[in-house]
């Protein structure tokens, strides 16, 4: 984080942020959910699309709904990397950045803008670890444009704030997320196929690794 912490604590209080339907689901009041069971393919899910083909499919397609609120999310940061481990050259995980209700899009913007600086790992975790390590409100656009200039992208930053292509990105990942009903994050779709939750998979984040490993090794394993 470099200067970027120091900075923050002298010109910014620390704002707890919310995420209605995130927080929810974390706190334990996990909506209840009907598991699907399809011919070949192990592990709890939900089923989303038609299978046809899903079995002994060659790569796996995994669209990762999240909130930089949720601490399900930032605890699949570390988790994924099991993933990306186990399944390299198989695995294309796409992120896809949601907001709820008076939060603000402006760290999902920032995603996307830093996605096109090349810095989008880096940025998203610096973005998560000032929210829950020091607490303060990422949903204010002073405080990204902070970390921004940490990170040498600041004009980069305030351009694509103000880019309709940025603003439709995140618009279509909204859409994307109502489609698939991701009202829990994180909420993972497999090759438009499969949902996959923390409540689905038995309410942690490292059980839904765990559960993600079953299914995907049920799916590439003909």
């Known amino acids: 984080m470099k200067y970027a912490i120091a900075f923050i604590f002298c010109v910014l209080l620390a704002f707890p942020v919310t995420g209605t339907v995130a927080v ?8 209840k959910v009907k598991l699907d069971q399809v011919p070949g393919i192990k592990g709890k899910y939900q089923l989303v699309g038609k299978a046809d083909g899903l079995k002994g499919a060659r790569q796996i397609e995994m669209i990762e709904f999240f909130n930089y609120s949720c601490g399900h999310c930032y605890r699949f940061l ?3 990397k099991r993933l990306h481990k186990k399944y390299k050259g198989k695995l294309l995980h ?17 995603f996307y803008i830093s996605d ?6 880096k ?19 002073r405080v990204i444009k902070i970390l921004a200039r940490d990170y040498g992208i600041e004009e980069e ?27 829990e994050t994180p909420t993972v779709i497999i090759n438009e196929t ?9 309410g942690s984040v490292d059980l839904m690794t765990d559960n993600l490993v079953v299914i995907f090794d049920s799916i590439l394993n003909p």
């Open 157 to 183: 930053m305030a351009k694509g704030m103000q880019s309709p292509s940025i603003k439709a990105k995140v618009q279509s990942s909204l859409a994307l997320a109502q489609q698939f009903k991701a009202n």
């Open 78 to 80: 570390e988790t994924s």
């Open 94 to 110: 796409k992120k896809s950045p949601i907001y709820w209700g008076q939060q603000t899009p402006y760290p999902a913007m920032a």
């Open 194 to 202: 499969l949902k996959v939750t923390p409540s689905i998979s038995g």
């Open 123 to 141: 940025f998203t975790q610096e973005l998560f670890d000032t929210n829950f390590q020091l607490h303060v409100n990422i949903f204010q656009p």
């Open 24 to 31: 929810s689901a974390e706190k334990g009041h996990r909506p």
């Open 116 to 121: 096109e600086q090349g810095v989008e790992k």
